[in-house]
């Protein structure tokens, strides 16, 4: 469980330079030199990014551009070099994630987690029939790494799927809905 509050952490460090937004789109243009990507709000949780955090980021990651937009969405221009190291990165963070999730204190009973190419649906495999508070806290984690995974790569999906099944019986237990998540959210508030 500790290994996934660290990873709950630097995902939140991450998300500190991407920005919010209320539009839940994704744009990529792409251009001979550069990609331009907008990042919506429905990755972001109440994270302040100002102009001058966005001029900074570009500075250090030697991007062309980062523009806050007046609906506070994100754009970013960059070398479609640049986006295919960040969407490897995020490949690479993923895998790591998983790996800290599988059979981990809270987790134990997590035997395997696989992903489809876009990372838009998990499956979480269990020895469980019913999910545990771990499990479901898990669905979290794999909607931020599939949310920024979607959304530097400029992918249409405006949702994330996690389904758990049984190890033994093969047979679905939950589905979670990242989409279905935050209505529930919104619901509530």
């Known amino acids: 469980m500790r290994r996934l509050l660290s990873t709950l952490l630097v995902m939140s460090m991450a998300l500190s330079i991407v920005g919010c937004s209320n ?17 919506p709000a ?23 551009a980062a523009t806050l937009n007046e609906d506070g969405s994100i754009t970013y221009s960059m070398s479609k070099e640049q986006q295919n190291e960040l969407l490897d990165k995020y490949r690479k963070n993923t895998d790591e994630t998983i ?11 997590v035997v395997d987690i696989t992903y489809n190419n876009d990372l ?10 019913e999910l545990d508070f771990g499990e479901a806290f898990m669905s979290m984690v794999l909607f931020m790494d599939g949310g920024f995974y979607n959304a530097f790569a400029g992918n249409n999906s405006d949702d994330i799927i996690v389904i758990y099944k049984n190890e033994k019986s093969g ?7 990242y989409k279905e998540w935050q209505k529930k959210v919104s619901e509530q508030e």
């Open 120 to 129: 838009t649906e998990f499956v979480v495999t269990t020895k469980n029939e």
């Open 171 to 177: 047979k679905e237990i939950e589905c979670a809905s």
């Open 42 to 64: 429905f990755l972001i949780a109440d994270e302040e990014i100002t102009q001058e955090d966005l001029d900074k980021a570009v500075q250090e990651k030697g991007y062309s």
């Open 23 to 39: 539009t839940p789109s994704k744009e990529v243009v792409e251009t001979k030199e550069d990609v331009t990507i907008t990042l």
């Open 99 to 109: 790996k800290d999730l599988i059979g981990q204190e809270g987790t134990e009973n």
